[in-house]
């Protein structure tokens, strides 16, 4: 846990064990914390303000900094033991001072040393990301009883009280994290002009849950979520949002930004629907009719009743990519199409040339 990231300085390679504490104020003061290249703070440290660990330094499990210790680089520390200082393991070395900071995992994701397939930043970033949400889903469950026992207005409530917020803390978590792993460079803070930092990882979200009978959906930003209809009308559960204006959208990195999220819930035993098309702005600007909603609704019942899903899988990439061209909105285009239980035609059912709606 880092307290205060303006007082957290990281350098490159540096391996962090998980429940650490990082305290940059006490009694007397507020002091920075400094890593060093190549160093190790291992699980269950704490350390107080004004530490500093040298280049290819350890701190071991349970090490206790206290205000202004410095672990040379090169040395091994752990514990502390009512000492004033924890106890020296290893003293340094000149070999261990200048050893290179670049460990085995570093020359596998930044070097492309590996032997072996490794994902890159950006795929780990995404995981994270759904694994937060995933988590953020479990520690719901009392929304899921409630979703089970009341109407959809006491489903939305939980919604706002525990889904909302989670997702948005889990978000800044994540991006704080990433900034202290990789600061910004000096051009970027140039630009920045001394903004929040998660104004930079700004992002809009769509969301949808299916559960038992129940759909939950929510969404903060531009973008579309409608419900196609077994007739081939289109509903529009998410209530609008008078913020965005075509020129400006609310976001994930906005102050406050769970007020600024739309929830709504169906029950789709009482509004049956065949799926929910969710996608980015630039499929909807793209769209030639005003009210394409309807329109592309119509288009896409009849093929969600006689395609299989894996067809229908296998369109969304054109359609996305035929709205993001020149012929279309020429923005980033993203697009998910959840499907009802069954509603999709068997697996080995017909295959036929399709049109993007």
Do not use: K
């Not at 629907?273 to 980015?280: K, Y």
């Not at 709205?323 to 697009?335: M, N, Q, V």
């Amino acid at each position: 846990m880092i307290t205060e990231y303006d007082l957290f300085e990281c350098g490159d390679d540096v391996t962090f064990g998980s429940r650490s504490t990082y305290l940059m104020t006490s009694a007397h003061g507020s002091r920075p914390i400094r890593i060093q290249p190549g160093a190790n703070v291992a699980d269950r440290c704490v350390l107080a303000p004004g530490v500093v660990v040298g280049r290819n330094a350890v701190l071991g499990s349970g090490t206790f900094a206290p205000e202004g210790f410095v672990a040379p680089a090169g040395s091994t520390w752990i514990g502390q033991d009512g000492r004033e200082a924890p106890i020296e393991l290893e003293a340094a070395t000149p070999r261990r001072v200048e050893a290179e900071t670049l460990r085995p995992y570093g020359r596998a994701m930044y070097s492309g040393e590996a032997s072996y397939r490794v994902w890159p930043l950006a795929a780990h970033m995404v995981f994270n990301v759904s694994w937060a949400v995933l988590c953020a889903l479990y520690r719901s469950a009392p929304m899921t009883a409630a979703l089970l026992l009341t109407r959809a207005a006491l489903a939305e409530d939980q919604m706002r009280q525990i889904l909302v917020p989670t997702i948005v803390g889990d978000w800044r978590e994540a991006v704080l994290r990433d900034v202290a792993a990789e600061p910004f460079t000096p051009a970027e803070d140039a630009v920045r002009g001394g903004d929040d930092p998660t104004i930079a990882y700004g992002t809009t979200l769509l969301l949808a849950i299916a559960l038992g009978d129940w759909l939950l959906l929510a969404q903060i930003g531009d973008g579309d979520i409608v419900g196609i209809r077994p007739d081939g009308t289109a509903t529009l559960p998410v209530p609008g949002d008078p913020q965005l204006d075509g020129r400006h959208t609310t976001s994930l990195c906005t102050v406050r930004a769970e007020h600024s999220f739309r929830v709504a819930a169906v029950d789709t035993a009482l509004s049956p629907l065949l799926g929910v098309l969710m996608a980015t702005d630039g499929y909807g600007n793209a769209q030639v009719a005003r009210d394409w909603e309807d329109v592309v609704s119509a288009d896409l019942a009849p093929l969600i009743g006689s395609m299989s899903a894996s067809w229908l899988a296998s369109q969304l990439p054109e359609w996305a990519q035929r709205c993001a061209s020149l012929d279309g909105s020429a923005d980033d285009t993203t697009i998910a199409l959840l499907l009802a239980p069954g509603a999709a035609a068997a697996a080995d059912g017909p295959e036929a040339e399709g049109t993007a709606p």
